[in-house]
């Protein structure tokens, strides 16, 4: 086959390139650049897309002996990356731009493109699996990136190749060494990749400007401090509140409420962030038919998050595809704008993903079934 192997200048990407390499497929490296002004170096484990990252690509693709080549996708990132995070923040969702990145610039215009270009498949570093054409938890439970995958469609998915999803990331940097690949001890990105001082609250503030609002008690609506905007504030947040004075009985205050049109965030109690059910938006089942009865499974709802039970039934949410979760034990720090991901929930299979929505509504009180 004719691959293109997407190789950000990391480690994890230079093995996969090296892997569908050995493979035996024609393969070809491509580095996106995702920014209109890359600096010129990687602040530690921070950020990406750096002139040092393209070419620590280049460099990787040298030694495996394939083409390589950069594309601009700057401007398509800005706009349905960066654009679409800023707009989540302001009004009051936490996006999650690592599923948004896959979902609309690596396996969408990447892959469009691709494929124009007569090219058979992607591949990438992710860590997940695709086993006869279904997503699946990687090997290295820590590094895991189903997750973030889950949004991908059935074709998507036929389009693609996760060729380390079967190898714990130590292993992966003892191959790449023994490759040869100077990459091999190069940190793993963290954080937000078009935020590299990792300060996010700046990051929005430049761009949302001030929304002065009020935070609230839950319980007795006083009125404890105010704000410069919502987008400071994240469902479950505790620390950077701004509140001087404790809870009346000492306990620690979380956000359990933001309205974005009136500016106030609520901050409670623990228990206040306890959720029970959970409607979601934009469905995407990864078999590629809708399933049409309610049926069991396990939910995450955060890049590394657990998993909870609960039951799942596909439906219709303002005319588009979406999702009812009813969960059987309650979830904390749900926010809107992360994914909800459904897994199978028994033992042999419970690493492959069902389908995944983004959470739009949460429910604070369990469903209530009617005695016969």
């Known amino acids: 086959m004719r691959v293109l192997a997407a190789m950000s200048g990391g480690v994890d990407s230079a093995v996969a390139a090296a892997r569908a390499v050995e493979a035996g497929h024609e393969v070809v490296g491509v580095h996106l650049a995702l920014s209109t002004a890359p600096g010129a170096l990687r602040t530690g484990s921070r950020g990406c897309c750096s002139r040092e990252d393209a070419s620590d690509a280049r460099r990787a693709a040298d030694v495996l002996g394939i083409p390589f080549y950069v594309w601009d996708f700057a401007d398509r990132f800005k706009d349905d990356v960066i654009d679409e995070f800023v707009e989540a923040y302001a009004a009051g969702r936490t996006p999650n731009p690592c599923l948004t990145c896959n979902e609309k610039i690596k396996f969408a215009a990447l892959a469009d493109k691709a494929l124009a270009l007569g090219f058979d498949a992607l591949a990438t570093g992710h860590y997940a699996q695709l086993v006869d054409g279904e997503l699946r938890r990687a090997v290295d439970a820590d590094k895991d990136q189903s997750y973030v995958l889950a949004v991908l469609t059935r074709d998507q998915l036929s389009r693609a190749m996760f060729p380390i999803g079967d190898t714990p990331k130590s292993e992966i940097r003892a191959e790449a060494a023994r490759r040869g690949l100077a990459v091999a001890d190069k940190p793993d990105s963290h954080d937000i990749c078009f935020i590299p001082s990792g300060d996010t609250r700046a990051f929005l503030g430049a ?70 059910g959970i409607t979601a938006t934009r469905a995407v089942w990864t078999s590629g038919v809708t399933p049409d009865e309610p049926f069991d499974a396990m939910v995450q709802v955060r890049a590394h998050g657990g998993l909870a039970p609960v039951r799942a039934t596909a439906t219709v949410v303002d005319g588009e595809p979406g999702i009812e979760i009813e969960l059987q034990e309650p979830l904390t720090g749900v926010a809107r704008g992360q994914a909800a991901v459904l897994y199978l929930p028994d033992a042999r299979r419970g690493d492959q993903v069902v389908g995944c929505g983004r959470i739009a509504t949460t429910a604070s009180q369990p469903t209530v079934v009617p005695s016969p």
């Open 207 to 276: 761009r949302i400007g001030v929304r002065p609002g009020a935070i609230v008690d839950a319980s007795s609506g006083e009125r404890l401090a105010e704000h410069d905007g919502v987008h400071g504030f994240t469902i479950g947040q505790r620390k950077g509140l701004g509140v001087e004075s404790p809870a009346a009985d000492g306990k620690p205050r979380y956000v359990t409420e933001i309205d974005p049109d009136s500016g106030t965030v609520t901050v409670g109690t623990a228990a206040d962030l306890q959720v029970w």
